[in-house]
């Protein structure tokens, strides 16, 4: 239980439009991620599901029914916020209780369900603390607790680890991905950090300015974008973008190649060029060369690769790596 | 270099405030030593401390022994302390419609708001007595107790609504979801975040109100609802004046606003701390 409808959501503020015509269907126990740089609309998007935003006009049904002119408590969402929005005067125990509570759910009940939640998120030992004595990662945990004990029918997270360092990122990104798979729920997330797209999602909205780019699994954007943009979003390093023109290509503007997808050559190759610049990463190599036939591009070598800067190399694009988009920067058949 | 710059540095903040310190409570301890002295010493030296030959407590005798002194202190209580709920509790209110909601006019309505700070409540003596004559008011506590909400909201909004502006809005977003009413997300998750504020609130609207002469004297100059300041007024007479005994009310009047002043004025201190440990 737990499926979305998004029809053709539009949301202006006075005369900017953010959100421009959203249409999407999430099935239930999907991992649905939007993604997009700031400012594309993803978190305003969040927030009209979870009905913390009206949009201007469109639809938005969970699990078939208009809620629209639902109130969010009463939506069976639950929402997992970047600042943790604990609430500061209460115990960890009566943030992840207060939602049941509220909807005036009988005592015995609600230990039992926050019991159960604190147990899931290793949190058994913080329940009596108050957030302020909390570590950044066990705030987020008990944040998460508070969405779990809910039991909604949709978990919504708006950018959850962005606040947390590098390393709880990863372990938390785990604990995210655990939980989708023992509690089967729908869960839809926002992000602008594509690792975390990548790595957690069945499904992956790409929004820019308002509008859905792609939708698609992690490999479908990454092998088949549809257009430039994705493809420059998709991936990192970035898509090196070179002008049809220059490789001969009448029919297609640009032409995308991944990064991962050029060899290198001393001796020879398709393209002649000088190092201008080399990122030693230990498991990649990063190698930037200019060269006079297709201008600057980056290739990503793995393992550890003697390139200097101002060596001239060859590089060589893998057969059938090549992506073509058109003048209207869509692909082309 | 750096540690001898900043001793000196604070060297100066601190002689300065001593400075201050000594200059602002140097009339209340000459209102406080006069006060046990008998009315020579008063006069002969007012600058001494009271001697066990000066020591007199007939000022106290007198005012205490007057008996309507304890009915002037409890309306003064009364009319500070409801003043300052109401002003609280409907700044606060007004303060987070503006900060939290979007609506027509919204901007228009803070600065309706707040140009009661600048023009003083005063002004309107005149039309606020008919007011209070038409509507049966006059020598009741409840006259004055309305008069100083309106005198106390400008600032009280002006403050409070910066203050909420400052609360996070995921907070009050995470309370939605879970089922609070917008009522419970004002009282219980904005309020006890700017408890700092509305201490400094109560603080500003509260000395105002319990020096006031003014509205007393016009609104409300009856022996039942006389206040502290009023009712010192009674030993200032046109040729002799009972300086022993207005002293000592006026000694006695510091009291009640210095026990409020620190109940509030912890409550700054802990949620300045509070702030700093998070």
């Not at chain 1, 992840?96 to 939640?117: C, R």
């Not at chain 1, 969405?147 to 680890?161: T, Y």
């Amino acid at each position: 239980m737990g499926s979305l409808q998004l029809k053709s959501i539009r949301k202006a503020y006075g005369s900017h439009e953010v959100l421009k015509g959203i249409d999407l269907e999430v099935k239930d126990g999907e991992f649905v991620i939007f993604v997009g740089p700031s400012g594309c609309g993803k978190s305003t998007l969040l927030r009209t599901i979870a009905g913390l935003e009206d949009a201007t006009s469109g639809s938005v049904q969970i699990d078939g029914v208009e809620v629209g002119h639902v109130a969010p408590a009463k939506r069976g969402i639950a929402m997992v916020f970047q600042s943790y929005a604990l609430y500061p005067h209460l115990t960890v125990k009566d943030n992840m209780g207060l939602g049941l509570k509220q909807a005036g759910k009988p005592k015995v009940e609600i230990e039992d369900k926050v019991g159960k939640a604190a147990n899931m998120l290793s949190l058994d030992p913080y329940l009596a603390r108050r957030p302020a004595e909390l570590s950044g990662g066990q705030r987020q945990r008990v944040a998460i607790g508070r969405a779990i004990v809910r039991e909604p029918k949709l978990f919504l997270f708006d950018e959850p680890l962005s606040n947390l360092d590098a390393a709880l990122r990863v372990n938390t990104r785990l604990e995210i991905a655990r939980l989708h798979r023992s509690l089967k729920a729908t869960m839809i997330y926002v992000t602008h950090d594509q690792v975390e797209a990548m790595t957690l999602a069945d499904k992956i909205v790409v929004l820019n300015a308002g509008q859905i780019e792609q939708i698609g699994s992690p490999m479908d954007l990454y092998n088949r974008p549809a257009n430039v943009f994705v493809a420059g979003f998709i991936g990192s390093p970035q898509m090196n973008f070179i002008d049809g023109a220059r490789l001969g290509d009448t029919r297609a503007k640009t032409i995308g190649i991944r990064p991962e997808h050029i060899g290198l050559s001393r001796e020879n190759g398709d393209w002649k060029g000088k190092v201008v610049h080399v990122e030693h990463l230990g498991a990649d190599t990063i190698v930037y060369i200019e060269s006079d036939q297709v201008g600057l591009i980056t290739v990503r070598l793995f393992g550890e690769h003697r390139y200097a800067p101002d060596d001239i190399v060859h590089a060589t694009p893998m057969v059938g790596s090549m992506h073509r988009f058109g003048a209207d920067d869509r692909i082309l058949a | 270099m750096q540690a001898r710059h900043s001793i000196f540095r604070t060297g100066f903040v601190h002689l300065a405030l001593i400075a201050y310190t000594l200059i602002s409570l140097f009339p209340v301890f000459l209102t406080i030593i006069n006060s046990f002295k008998d009315r020579n010493a008063i006069f002969r030296a007012p600058l001494t401390v009271p001697t066990p030959q000066t020591f007199s407590l007939i000022g106290y005798q007198t005012v205490l022994g007057q008996g309507d002194f304890a009915t002037y202190f409890q309306n003064s209580f009364i009319v500070t302390i409801v003043a300052i709920a109401l002003v609280l509790l409907f700044g606060a209110m007004a303060a987070f419609a503006l900060s939290e909601y979007r609506f027509r006019g919204n901007t228009l309505m803070g600065l309706y708001l707040a140009i009661g700070i600048m023009i003083p409540i005063r002004l309107g003596t005149v039309a606020i007595l008919q007011g209070m004559v038409a509507a049966n008011l006059v020598n009741t506590l409840t006259a004055l107790i309305l008069v100083y909400t309106a005198q106390g909201l400008p600032l009280a909004v002006f403050i409070l609504s910066e203050f909420m502006r400052t609360v996070s809005d995921d907070l009050k977003n995470a309370g939605r979801i879970d089922g609070l009413s917008e009522y419970s997300i004002f009282f219980r998750l904005v309020l006890p975040l700017i408890r700092p504020a509305m201490a400094t609130v109560a603080v500003f609207t509260m000395i105002p109100i319990w020096n006031d002469l003014w509205f007393p004297l016009i609104l409300a100059p009856a022996e039942t609802t006389k206040t502290v300041t009023l009712g010192s007024q009674i030993f200032i007479g046109q040729f002799v004046t009972n300086w022993n005994a207005v002293l000592a009310a006026l000694s006695l009047a510091i009291l009640p606003v210095l026990v409020l002043y620190v109940i509030f004025s912890r409550q700054l201190i802990r949620g300045i701390t509070a702030g700093a440990v998070k």
